[in-house]
């Protein structure tokens, strides 16, 4: 039997401030903590482009020169 996997939360438009794009975290010097991304933006901009993107933990987020930033 195949593997089922759970949908991922959706949002439109606004998100909790928890989660954050990748260029959100690229912009803060960050990146994403884990493979996949835990939830998806439905977005709309005028005058008629829609997309969808994916939002990733901000508190999962790791430094995205690869150093620790705990030393």
């Known amino acids: 039997m195949p593997k089922r996997h759970t949908?991922?939360?959706k949002y439109r438009q606004t998100y909790p401030?928890?989660?954050a794009t990748?260029?959100?975290l690229n912009a803060e010097g960050l990146k994403?903590?884990?493979p996949a991304p835990?939830?998806?933006l439905e977005y709309t901009r005028p005058p008629d482009t829609t997309g969808i993107c994916a939002l990733y933990e901000r508190g999962q987020a790791v430094p995205a020169n690869g150093e620790n930033s705990t030393t």
């Open 7 to 9: 949908p991922l939360p």
């Open 17 to 19: 401030d928890t989660l």
């Open 22 to 24: 990748i260029e959100e």
């Open 32 to 34: 994403p903590g884990g």
């Open 38 to 40: 835990v939830a998806l």
